[in-house]
C-alpha cells in the first residue's frame, strides 16, 4: 500500500463531503414520474464525476427505464476485475414533515450528514469512487482493474439493469462484484453480508359502488370495501405473525443450526432496537427472534393503504374504493414469480361478495445467498477492518437490492456485500443519515481493499 | 285553502329557485373547522332570509357551537303550533374530482339543481320558508302558529342544539314538528319516515413506530400498525354481515311481521339500486333483505381509512401509524353511549402486541321511533299527496338525525318527518342533486300542509 493514497483521502475530507452533498442535491426519486428530470440530472452528475476521477470509457447506457452509468479502468494486467455497483436513484422522502431539515439539503448534525440517499445508496456508493480518485492521483494506477456501474432505478424495481445486464454478460465480465449499500451490525461492528431478500411489490384495489354512498341511506345493503380490503389484509398473517398464503415456505432455505447458534453470539440487544424504533416492544413470528425472523425469514408488510374520506372530522360515506401497498421480502430459495402469482390468487380467493378486487405486481427480485469460504471476501473484510479500525462480522439481509441476484445469476461470480450505514440511519425514513467516520472510513477501506484482492486469485 | 298562495308559489319559481342558489353557493361545512367563516356566513344568510319572508322575532341564538337561526309567526290563535327544524350545514365536498360541477356553483342539468347542499339540506328546509313566504305575501297570515330554528351542527354531531334544547325546552314548546330531510321511497313514492337511526362515529389509531421504518431493515422485527389495525377492523363484522361487537343487539328493537310484510309489498327493485349504485350486487346481512337491513338493523360502516405511503409508485416501509373513521347506525332503542362503551372496549381488546391503539368518539345520538297511528302526520301525509300530486307510503330510514331524538325526548310531540329527496341524490356524495319537480312540489305540500294541520288537535 501506498502511504501517499490515504493520506491523500485523509487530507480530501473536506472537499469530497462537498461532492457527495452536490449528487445528494438531487432529488432523484425513482418511483414519482414527475421526478424524472431529477433523476437524470443524476446520471449525468454522475458520469462527469466519474470522468473528474479518472475512469475511462465512461457513458450513459440505455435501458429500458433510467440510464445506467457506467466507467473502467482496465490496466492492471493479471490482476483481477472487480465490478462495482451502486444506485443513484433514493426513496421518497415522504412525510416530509417529520424531517428536521429539508431531505435534499444535506445538514451536518453530531458527526452525521443528514439527506434523503445519503446512506442508501449516495453515500456509500461515492466512497469508491473517492477511493479510485485517490489511487488515480497519487500512484497514477489502480492495484486492479475496475468496472464500476450505477443504475437508477434500484428503489423501483431494476427493470431497465435486470434486461440490461443479462443481455450484455461479456459487457460485465468481472472476477469479483463490490456492492456498498448495507448498515453495520450496530455501531461498533462493521459488517459484510452474506444473504440478500428478494422482493415481491403489490398494489391492491378494491371497488365497490361507481362513487361513494351515504353510510346512512346505503348502510347494510353493500359491501364496504375497506372492510372488505381489512379482511383482506387481515387474512395475510396469523396471530404468530406466520404468513397465510399458501405454500408460501415450501421453498425457504431453514437457517442452519450453525446460524442460529452464531446469530445467538452477536447479542442483539432488543431494547436498544425497540428504544431507537420506538416501539413498546420488539415482535416477531413465533420460534423466531427478531434478528432471526428479520434475517432469515420472509416477512410481509402493508406499507400503504387509503380510501374514503381521510380529512378532518367525520364524513359519513361508504367509500367506492379501497386501495392498499403490500411488500413481501422473499429468503432464499424463494421464487419471486411463483410467490406474485400465489398472492394473487390468495387475494382474489378472499374477495367478499359485492365488491371487486384487482392486485398490481409492481415489481420482482429474487434474493441472494453468498458463500462465505470464498478468498475475495476474505482479503476484502480484512481491508475494511484496517479502514474502519474495527472487528468486523458476517451477517445476513432484511433488506433486498433485487439487481444483486440477477448480476449473480448471470456473471456467477462472488459478491463482496460491505456495508457503512448503521441500522439506525433511516433507510426510507425521514431524517436519512450517514456517520461521516463511516464515510471516511468507507473510502480507505475501499483504497485498502483494492489492493487486497490484487493479491488474490 | 285560498288559491291565491298555489298561484303565488307557481308565480315565483324562478326566483326561489335563485333565492335557492344563492345559500346554496355558500360552503358551509361544519366538519372542517377552516370553513367556519362560511358556516356563520349562511346563519346570517338564513337570518335575513326569514326576515325577508316575513317571520317574526328573527334571531341567531347562540350555543356552544355554530348558531342556530330562529324565527316564528304566532298570531293563529287558538290553532296549533309547529316546530319546523332543519340544517344550514352541509358535508364536505370531497372527491372534489367526482364532480360534473363544481359543488357550490349549483348548476341544472335534466331537471335537478346539482350542488352540495342540494338536497341535504338546503333544498328541503328552503321549502318550508317559501311555502310561509306565499301564506304571509297572499293571505297576510299563516294558518297555525309556526316557529322555525336551523341549526348549523348536524353534519358534525349536533352538539350546540343538542345542549340548547334541553335548557329552552319552553322557548320551543309546540304541538308537533316538521323536518324534510329525507329521500322519497323512489321517484313515484314520496314518503314520511317514522324512524331515524341513532348514530355513533370513532375515529381510531393505532401507533407503532415514533417514524416509518424500512420494510427491509426492520420486517419481522415489529407488528405493522396498518396490519393491526386491518386486523382490528376485520373482526368488527362477520361474513355474514353480523357485528361483532360484544352485546351489541341486546336492545335492538325487532322488525315487526307487519312491518316486515309491508317492506315486502313495497316490491324494493334491487337491480335497479345496485345498477345505480354500480355494484355488482346488494349484499346484506343474513336472514335480512337489502331494504330491511338498511331500515330495521344497525349498520357499521369505515368511512375512511388511511396510514404509510400513498403516493405512485412503490415504497418499502412499515409506516408508524394507521387511522380509520368508523361510523355506526343505530336503531330503536340502542343507546349510543353504551355502543361507544363497547366499541371502545372491544377495539382495545383486539389490539395486537407491539403497538397501541387509541379510540376517540367524535359524535353520538339516539335513534327515533316516531308511533305512526297520530292525526298531525295523517294530515301532512294528504296535502303532501296534493303537493307532489302522488300517493305517499310511511317508510323508515337507514340515516340519521340525531337532533331529532332530542327534540322527541325534551318536546315529547309528534314528529313529522317529510322527504322531498330521491335516494340517488348523491347524499353525502358527489354530483348532489335535487329534482326541481320535488322542490317546487314541496313548497306547495308544505303550503297545503299548514292549512292541513290547522284543522288537527
Known amino acids: 500500500m501506498q502511504n501517499s493514497v490515504l493520506e491523500y483521502i485523509e487530507k480530501n475530507r473536506e472537499r469530497h463531503l462537498e461532492e457527495l452533498k452536490n449528487i445528494i442535491k438531487?432529488?432523484?426519486?425513482?418511483?414519482?414520474?414527475?421526478?424524472?428530470?431529477?433523476?437524470?440530472?443524476?446520471?449525468d452528475f454522475e458520469l462527469a464525476h466519474f470522468k473528474a476521477v479518472g475512469l475511462e470509457n465512461c457513458q450513459l447506457l440505455k435501458t429500458t427505464g433510467n440510464p445506467l452509468v457506467y466507467g473502467d479502468w482496465l490496466h492492471a494486467a493479471d490482476k483481477?476485475?472487480?465490478?462495482?455497483?451502486?444506485?443513484?436513484?433514493?426513496?421518497?422522502?415522504?412525510?416530509?414533515?417529520?424531517?428536521?431539515?429539508?431531505?435534499?439539503?444535506?445538514t451536518i448534525r453530531d458527526g452525521n450528514l443528514y439527506a434523503r440517499g445519503a446512506t442508501d445508496d449516495k453515500g456509500q456508493y461515492s466512497t469508491f469512487l473517492f477511493a479510485i480518485e485517490a489511487w488515480l492521483k497519487t500512484a497514477g494506477k489502480l492495484p486492479i482493474n475496475i468496472k464500476i456501474v450505477l443504475e437508477g432505478e434500484e428503489e423501483c424495481g431494476s427493470t431497465g439493469i435486470a434486461k440490461y445486464v443479462p443481455e450484455h454478460a461479456d459487457f460485465f465480465k468481472c472476477d469479483a462484484m463490490m456492492v456498498a449499500d448495507m448498515p453495520w451490525l450496530d455501531e461498533n461492528r462493521p459488517a459484510i453480508s452474506y444473504s440478500l431478500?428478494?422482493?415481491?411489490?403489490?398494489?391492491?384495489?378494491v371497488k365497490g359502488s361507481s362513487h361513494d354512498l351515504h353510510s346512512g341511506l346505503y348502510g347494510g345493503m353493500v359491501t364496504n370495501p375497506l372492510q372488505a380490503l381489512s379482511q383482506i389484509l387481515a387474512k395475510l398473517k396469523d396471530n404468530n405473525g406466520k404468513i397465510l398464503i399458501p405454500n408460501f415456505y415450501d421453498d425457504v432455505l431453514p437457517m442452519t443450526a450453525d446460524e442460529k447458534k452464531e446469530i445467538a453470539g452477536l447479542d442483539f440487544d432488543e431494547k436498544t432496537t425497540a428504544k431507537y424504533l420506538g416501539v413498546k416492544e420488539l415482535f416477531s413470528e413465533k420460534d423466531f427472534s427478531p434478528l432471526e425472523a428479520n434475517w432469515t425469514r420472509p416477512t410481509l408488510d402493508i406499507c400503504g393503504m387509503w380510501g374514503g374520506y381521510t380529512g378532518v372530522g367525520s364524513k359519513t360515506i361508504i367509500p367506492a374504493e379501497a386501495h392498499a401497498k403490500v411488500s413481501i421480502r422473499l429468503v432464499p430459495n424463494q421464487d419471486p414469480q411463483k410467490v406474485q402469482k400465489s398472492f394473487g390468487d390468495?387475494?382474489?380467493?378472499?374477495?367478499?361478495?359485492g365488491v371487486s378486487v384487482a392486485v398490481d405486481n409492481h415489481s420482482g427480485g429474487w434474493p441472494v445467498h453468498i458463500e462465505r469460504d470464498n478468498a475475495f471476501l476474505k482479503a476484502a473484510a480484512s481491508a475494511y477492518e484496517k479502514g474502519f479500525g474495527k472487528k468486523l462480522v458476517f451477517k445476513r439481509e432484511g433488506a433486498s437490492i433485487p439487481v444483486v441476484a440477477t448480476f449473480k445469476s448471470v456473471l456467477k461470480v462472488p459478491m463482496i456485500l460491505v456495508g457503512l450505514g448503521l441500522p439506525d440511519d433511516g433507510y426510507h425514513s425521514p431524517n436519512e443519515k450517514i456517520n461521516l467516520s463511516h464515510f471516511y472510513g468507507g473510502i480507505k477501506g475501499a483504497a485498502l481493499a483494492f489492493e487486497a484482492l490484487a493479491e488474490t486469485k
Do not use: M, N
Open 26 to 43: 438531487i432529488p432523484s426519486i425513482s418511483t414519482q414520474p414527475d421526478k424524472k428530470p431529477a433523476v437524470l440530472k443524476a446520471a
Open 80 to 106: 483481477p476485475t472487480i465490478l462495482i455497483y451502486g444506485h443513484y436513484d433514493v426513496q421518497p422522502p415522504d412525510p416530509l414533515d417529520q424531517w428536521k431539515s429539508p431531505p435534499f439539503e444535506p
Open 197 to 205: 431478500k428478494g422482493l415481491v411489490y403489490f398494489e391492491i384495489a
Open 346 to 353: 390468495y387475494v382474489r380467493s378472499l374477495c367478499p361478495p
